[in-house]
T-cell receptor, first 112, second 113 residues
């Protein structure tokens, strides 16, 4: 059974903290994605990676960075968390030759 | 990326057929149409994908006219558990960097008894 896991379901951080959100997939997928979801705005793509050490900016990369040192792991980094980064963060993976994205359960991040 | 437009919300009663239409006027030749379903507090889940004409699986049917500028997701005889947000996406198959999907806001379907 395919699986995408995220390090935390709920996270509370303070403004200015450095925050790491981890995502791991066990399907040997080439592509991995980070989205955030906010009420009324739908899912918005932050960054994606189509291979190890490769990354591309999505629609809203400002304030975020990513790291993909291993194929199975894709990390989202908030260098200095701000209150407007309070959101639900969703990770997904996809086979390089496929179309279906598999999503993790999400991390609800609150920045105080 | 092809932009998609779909209704913000729809209501239905149990047992009815629900059709959600998505417009994608600038769809490219290589683009496929994909629909996802999302329940509260969960990530989206793939439902169905098609390129043209009609595709059917155990969950839904997808109707795509010849000009491919729109598509319709059909859910037969919905139940309360079909209450969810449905996203229409358009993107190219087998394209790594080019398949950065725009989920948009989706259509919030509410099924009531």
């Amino acid at each position: 059974d395919v699986k995408v896991t995220q390090s935390s379901r709920y996270l509370v951080k303070r403004t200015g903290e450095k925050v790491f959100l981890e995502c791991v997939q066990d399907m040997d997928h080439e592509n991995m994605f980070w989205y955030r979801q906010d009420p009324g705005l739908g899912l918005r793509l932050i960054y994606f990676s189509y291979d190890v050490k490769m990354k591309e900016k999505g629609d809203i990369p400002e304030g975020y960075s990513v790291s993909r040192e291993k194929k199975e792991r894709f990390s989202l980094i908030l260098e200095s968390a701000s209150t407007n980064q309070t959101s639900m963060y969703l990770c997904a993976s996809r086979s390089g030759g496929g179309n279906e994205q598999f999503f993790g359960p999400g991390t609800r991040l609150t920045v105080l | 990326l092809a932009k998609t437009t779909q209704p913000i919300s729809m209501d239905s009663y149990e047992g009815q057929e629900v059709n959600i239409t998505c417009s994608h006027n600038n769809i490219a030749t290589n683009d496929y149409i994909t629909w996802y379903q999302q329940f509260p507090s969960q990530g989206p889940r793939f439902i169905i994908q098609g390129y043209k004409t009609k595709v059917t699986n155990e969950v839904a049917s997808l109707f795509i006219p010849a000009d491919r500028k729109s598509s319709t997701l059909s859910l037969p005889r919905v139940s309360l558990s079909d209450t969810a947000v449905y996203y229409c996406l358009v993107g190219a198959e087998n394209s790594n960097s080019g398949y950065a999907l725009n989920f948009g806001k989706g259509t919030s379907l509410l099924v009531t008894p």
